[in-house]
């Protein structure tokens, strides 16, 4: 098992960078593949970034492309997302999630109903 705890969430203006943090503690972090979603109010939860248990191979939701990017350091058992240029749609709760995956390497993950693991969320608004 194990355990995902988000941080760097806050508020920030249209144009503004945010660094999400998701940190690992349990079993081996190297072992899952990891993702980012958002849920904002009203709407259902959406994919927004996957990463390979390696780092090598990651993928994004068309809206994020660009502006997010998604990272690991398995010697630190975290994951990031840094998030650039914000705008007010990208305003949501964003959870990270862990999926086992088998060993090779290069498996992203983006089907939420594949992730076994989930942490509590952390709030991102961004003002126009």
């Known amino acids: 098992q194990v355990q995902l705890v988000e941080s760097g969430g806050g508020s920030v203006q249209a144009g503004g960078s945010l660094r999400l943090s998701c940190a690992a503690s349990?079993?081996?972090?190297?072992?899952?593949?990891m993702g980012w979603f958002r849920q904002a109010p009203g709407k259902e939860r959406e994919f927004v970034a996957a990463i390979s248990r390696n780092g090598g191979s990651t993928n994004y939701v068309d809206s994020v492309k660009g502006r997010f990017t998604i990272s690991r350091d398995n010697a630190k058992n975290t994951m990031y997302l840094q998030m650039n240029s914000l705008k007010p749609e990208d305003t949501a709760v964003y959870y990270c999630a862990a999926a086992l995956v088998p060993a090779l390497q290069s498996i992203v993950v983006v089907a939420s109903a594949r992730y076994n693991y989930w942490g509590q969320g952390t709030q991102v608004t961004v003002s126009s």
């Open positions: 349990g079993r081996t972090f190297s072992t899952y593949a």
